[in-house]
C-alpha cells in the first residue's frame, strides 16, 4: 500500500472532514467529510460540470447559473436540485462516477500531499463514498487496463498445398 492510500485510509478510519491536495502530475483534490468521499477532482478527469454539460443532462448557461449562485455557499449540487434540473438519485451517481475516477487516477500517485482540515468543496455534498468500496474498483480497473498497443501483425498465408493427381 502507497503512503497517499495509507494516509487516505486512516484519515477515512478517524472520521477526519477537509481536503487532502496530492502534488504533482497530474494532482488533485479527494474531499472527505466525516471520513468519507464527497468529491474528488484532477485536471486528468473532467470535473462534475464539465460531465454534465458534454452528457448533455445540462446547457452550459444552466451550469454557469448553478455555479454562480451556489459556490459561495459551496451549494452548486443543491442549486441544481432545487431548480429542477436533475434528480437527486441521477446527480448523486455523477457525483461518484467522478470521485471514483478522479480517486483511481490519485492513489497512483506517490506525490507529497497535505491534509487541510475542515475544507469542503464548492459543489456540496450530495453523495458520500466509503472509501473501502474504492479500493476494489481501483484494483479492477487495474486488472480491466487494456494490454498496451501493438503493431498488427499480418501472418501471412500459406499457399494450399497442390493437389497429386
Known amino acids: 500500500m502507497n503512503s497517499l492510500r495509507r494516509l487516505l485510509v486512516n484519515l ?6 477537509g481536503a487532502l491536495h496530492i502534488d504533482g502530475s497530474p494532482g488533485g483534490v479527494l474531499y472527505l467529510v466525516a471520513g468519507r468521499l464527497t468529491h474528488a477532482e484532477s485536471p486528468a ?12 443532462r445540462l446547457s452550459e448557461a444552466v451550469w454557469r447559473s448553478a455555479y454562480e ?6 451549494a452548486v449540487g443543491r442549486a441544481l436540485l432545487r431548480d429542477g434540473h436533475l434528480g437527486h438519485h441521477e446527480l448523486a451517481c455523477r457525483v461518484v462516477a ?14 507529497p500531499v497535505r491534509f487541510v ?4 468543496h464548492w459543489f456540496g455534498t450530495i453523495a458520500e463514498v ?35 493427381k
Open 12 to 17: 477515512a478510519e478517524s472520521g477526519r472532514t
Open 45 to 56: 478527469c473532467p470535473g462534475i460540470g464539465e460531465r454534465l454539460v458534454a452528457c448533455g
Open 98 to 111: 467522478a470521485i471514483t475516477e478522479a480517486t483511481h487516477v490519485l492513489l497512483q500517485s506517490d506525490a
Open 117 to 120: 482540515a475542515g475544507e469542503r
Open 130 to 164: 466509503e472509501l473501502g468500496g474504492l479500493v476494489p474498483e481501483t484494483a479492477k480497473r487495474l486488472l480491466n487496463r487494456p494490454a498496451p498497443h501493438r503493431p498488427h501483425r499480418v501472418s501471412r498465408a500459406r499457399k494450399p498445398a497442390q493437389a497429386t
Open 69 to 74: 449562485s451556489g459556490v459561495d455557499g459551496r
